[in-house]
């Protein structure tokens, strides 16, 4: 695993762990760690 991935699964938003919430890979879960997705606009879309 790599730094990024270990750092965002560690990372909790709402409660929860952040890797449980990635709904579409790893990159996902990495753009929201870094601030390129907006954690409630990004979880909040269908």
Avoid: F, H, T
């Amino acid at each position: 695993m790599n730094k990024l991935n270990a750092e965002a699964m560690r990372s909790v938003i709402g409660g929860r762990p952040l890797w449980m919430m990635c709904r579409n890979g790893d990159q996902d879960c990495v753009d929201v760690q870094l601030g390129l997705i907006n954690p409630k606009e990004y979880y909040g879309r269908d």
